[in-house]
């Protein structure tokens, strides 16, 4: 009798469920994808039903095989790393692993957070903010972030933050540069992140769980 | 011959530095407090001294005994947690680890991103958002993310996040709900949280680590 499957409630767009999409391709885990669009109707994040399951109305959310329920998609890849064998997502050294989560927070708490489509609603609904005045908001914390990254990438020789392999780092870049190629910010000044960027989306982890290869996206 | 003790850059009012000082009294670890004064002068954080250090221009900054230097507030505490004796910050099973990062990232990748200074500074100088607009914009994603705390929060029948002990969850609410006064916030749909913060306040780690406690602390 085989076990079912883990689930994933995620967006194809979500950068969030991007990673955690990522990451389990790299831990070739096997999950069943539902898709709650977030734009549609008001946002199916939102539903009662939904809410019951994940109080802050978000995606991801992951559901293991056992119905351990999972917020928060740094949360849910550190779960991964802890619990699933195959290559490891962070290094094993402590200031390596910190170093490793210092970067990824730096896009996980400095600059998708302040980016993410329910601010840009809030700045354009409740604050009255004009569309070019969105964009600029929009490019400084990227530009903020990605400048902070790029000074600390470049201290690396090897291709990848893991060596041979890329781990939690790639797993938040390459998700929020597909967004700051949507909001055409510009990239020039980070050739070491956009480098690490192409590497990463060379690799059939990342190519499956890029948006446009979900089931739920929508062709431009 | 006595090693040199780690060095913790902070600012008092820093709810990210807040943290840090919580683990390292949770964790019974000495350092040397150095202040980087966030406001004065343009603020002490992005003189060039400090951002060769660290690039992203924020607080904190720990400085291991053996040279290791790590930003993000979370990513310290988390090597904090690897590297030091004494009572735990997360549980040892991963699926509770994942919940209580998960609690923590609702603070910490949810709300206080949005509620920080340089990004009340930008809605103001940047947008031209008035002070009634910003508060408004302040204590919306302070209720967005507490009330999804309170939801998970009222699960547990423990004193603590980690039962007899407060943890990760602790040294992040702490923090938040200070800040929330500082803003006047509304604090009463969150009952739950307002008792296990004044809880963790009892202790003498969240006491000594209190931002008024701090010798670069400016009586109000």
Redesign the interface.
């Known amino acids: 009798m085989s076990e079912s499957p883990p689930i994933l409630y995620g967006y194809w767009r979500s950068s969030a469920a991007y990673r955690v999409r990522i990451a389990l391709n790299l831990k070739q885990v096997e999950v069943e994808h539902r898709s709650v669009h977030l734009v549609r109707a008001g946002g199916e994040q939102h539903t009662p039903e939904y809410r019951r399951r994940n ?4 995606v991801p959310l992951f559901i ?1 095989s056992d119905g ?1 329920c ?3 998609s ?3 890849v ?2 991964l790393d ?2 699933r064998p195959g290559p490891r997502l962070l290094p094993p050294e ?2 390596a ?3 490793s ?2 970067l990824a ?2 896009i ?3 600059v ?3 980016d993410n489509l329910r ?1 840009l609603r ?2 354009t609904h ?2 009255g ?1 004009d569309e070019p ?1 969105k964009l ?2 929009y490019r ?1 914390w990227v530009a903020e972030g990605l ?2 990254l790029e ?2 990438v470049t201290e690396w020789s090897t291709p990848f933050s893991l060596g041979e392999r890329p781990g939690l780092v790639e797993l938040c870049l390459v998700p929020q540069l597909y967004n700051a190629r949507r909001f055409d910010c510009p990239l020039d000044d980070y050739p070491a992140l956009v480098a690490l960027d192409a590497r990463s989306r060379e690799l059939e982890a990342f190519r499956r769980a890029a948006p446009e290869a979900q089931p739920d996206a929508i062709p431009a």
């Open positions: 109080p802050e109305g978000l293991d351990t999972l917020t928060q740094m949360a849910i550190e779960y802890e619990t402590p200031a692993r910190a170093r989560r210092a927070q730096v996980a708490c400095e998708h957070p302040l601010v809030y700045l409740e604050l903010i005045d600029r908001w400084h400048a902070a000074a600390r």
